[in-house]
């Protein structure tokens, strides 16, 4: 069956210490996502691509970044870890106009 | 600017009750897609329904149904005769036809449903 997958699930870091999160999917969509939820704000937008090689800001898209080098993949890469970037983050995958099948979430700690 | 509000931070009901969650939408869009994901304890969002601005007919799955009236910008979802298993963060998310597939998400509402 086809699935999205996030690793690692959990994540403890320093802060200033690079951190890649990483998203693949099966679904072969050509769209893809990175959320974060926090309490209070629901689910924001960081970054998404639309595919290869293309990739776009959300609406808190500072300090983080994206690449999108094939189709099932899209790594999130935090340049500088900030305790304002603890969260659980969410990785989302979708054919157009259609609805977005969610990973199982990185929980992730900044120290 | 697009914006999507749940009122309703919380709600607390006896097993078997009817309930109701809000959502209200703004859009400058004509076109545009409205959708409700739940989040049970375990953490994971599940997709439960999508509806399109040229579509405003209710939808009822099983207990679950929608209301999506354009002329007050809502879409609310009701569960009826709730479960303990209903219990759960749900939330309402537009994606505007301009903007293409990207969600924009309510805060979410939690549905706590005791026995």
């Known amino acids: 069956d086809a699935e999205i997958t996030q690793s690692p699930r959990h994540k403890i870091t320093e802060t200033g210490r690079q951190v890649t999160l990483a998203c693949h999917q099966t679904w072969n969509h050509n769209n893809m996502f990175w959320y974060r939820q926090d309490l209070g704000h629901g689910l924001r937008l960081i970054h998404y691509s639309y595919g290869v090689q293309d990739t776009n800001k959300g609406e808190v898209s500072d300090g983080y970044s994206v690449s999108r080098s094939n189709t099932e993949d899209l790594p999130l890469t935090l340049e500088s870890a900030a305790s304002s970037q603890t969260s659980v983050y969410f990785c989302?995958?979708?054919?157009?106009?259609?609805?977005?099948?969610f990973g199982p979430g990185t929980r992730l700690t900044v120290l | 600017a697009q914006k999507v509000t749940q009122a309703q931070t919380e709600i607390s009901v006896v097993e078997k009750e009817d309930v109701t969650l809000d959502c209200v939408y703004e859009t400058r869009d004509t076109t545009y897609y409205l959708f409700w994901y739940k989040q049970p304890p375990s953490g994971e969002l599940v997709f439960l329904i999508r509806r399109n601005s040229f579509d405003e007919q209710n939808e009822i799955s099983g207990r679950y149904s929608w209301n999506f009236q354009k002329s007050t910008s809502s879409f609310n979802f009701t569960i009826t005769a709730s479960q303990v298993v209903d219990s759960a963060v749900y939330f309402c998310?537009?994606?505007?036809?301009?903007?293409?597939?990207?969600?924009?998400f309510g805060t979410g509402t939690r549905l706590q449903v005791f026995p």
């Open positions: 998310a537009l994606s505007e036809a301009g903007n293409t597939d990207k969600l924009i």
């Open positions: 989302a995958s979708s054919e157009v106009r259609d609805e977005q099948f």
